[in-house]
């Protein structure tokens, strides 16, 4: 999967909402990103809320799956719709896990 970096202006952003993305695996930060843009055909979930690159691809995939059985119906539209609530699922996802 090719990929361009964004505009100056989209990475200083991205950066001031989510500055570990420096210290993070490119590698896996790609990984993440990939799965967002294949699962949900649009950059728009990362554009909107950054930190959801900054956690392992397994983790955001768990996270959807969490928001699911939470509201007890497929949240992928939801999810779609508030990058907030991916992020929610995310982060209880891998609180569940811990």
């Known amino acids: 999967m090719g990929t361009t970096l964004p505009a100056d202006d989209q990475q200083d952003s991205f950066l001031e909402h989510c ?5 993070l695996d490119p590698e896996a930060v790609i990984e993440s990103a990939g799965w ?3 699962t949900f055909q649009t950059t728009r979930l990362f554009e909107v809320e950054p930190r959801l690159l900054s956690y392992p691809r397994e983790d955001v995939e768990y996270g959807l799956e ?3 059985t939470m509201m007890i ?4 539209a939801a999810c779609a719709a508030s990058p907030k609530l991916l992020l929610a699922g995310v982060e ?7």
Do not use: H, T, Y
């Not at 119906?73 to 992928?76: L, Q, T, Y």
């Not at 209880?92 to 811990?98: C, K």
């Open 66 to 68: 969490f928001m699911s």
């Open 19 to 23: 500055p570990q993305l420096l210290r």
């Open 73 to 76: 119906i497929d949240s992928k």
């Open 92 to 98: 209880g996802g891998v609180q569940e896990r811990a």
């Open 36 to 38: 967002l843009v294949q």
